[in-house]
Nanobody
Framework: QVQLVESGGGSVQAGGSLRLSCAAS??????????MGWFRQAPGKEREGIAA????????EYADSVKGRFTISQDNAKYTVYLQMSSLQPQDSGMYYC??????????????????????????WGQGTQVTVSS
């Protein structure tokens, strides 16, 4: 069982920065076998994957909408994944969720919740943290 707790959300002006954190329960055996992702959901829109990281090597994937502005990183000693967000725009507002899934599944489509065949790629989710960017 993996428990994820996000923090770091808040309200900022356009152009500002925030750093989100996602702490995984340290007692999770085989944590290194999990990959982590960040998803967000704006009001009235579907949840979208924006960043993912392979915990065993640190390689990251980004959605085009955040590439060059957001950076996902990890501190394996703290079982924590971060999302550094810069140059924030109002369209970045929404609820941000971190998720964990077995890397053997996540690698199929790291920015998707499910594979193209409907298999869940991420099976653990945090409760979300709100980000609001004002113009």
């Amino acid at each position: 069982q993996v428990q994820l707790v996000e923090s770091g959300g808040g309200s900022v002006q356009a152009g500002g920065s925030l750093r989100l954190s996602c702490a995984a329960s340290a007692s999770t055996p085989g944590y290194s076998g999990y990959c982590m992702g960040w998803f967000r959901q704006a009001p009235g829109k579907e949840r979208e994957g924006i960043a993912a990281i392979y915990t065993y090597g640190g390689r990251a994937e980004y959605a085009d909408s955040v590439k060059g502005r957001f950076t996902i990183s990890q501190d394996n000693a703290k079982y924590t994944v971060y999302l550094q967000m810069s140059s924030l725009q109002p369209q970045d507002s929404g609820m941000y969720y971190c998720a964990a899934g077995p890397c053997k599944m996540v690698v199929r489509a790291p920015l998707q919740e499910d594979s193209d065949y409907g298999e869940p790629l991420y099976n653990y989710w945090g409760q979300g943290t709100q980000v609001t960017v004002s113009s």
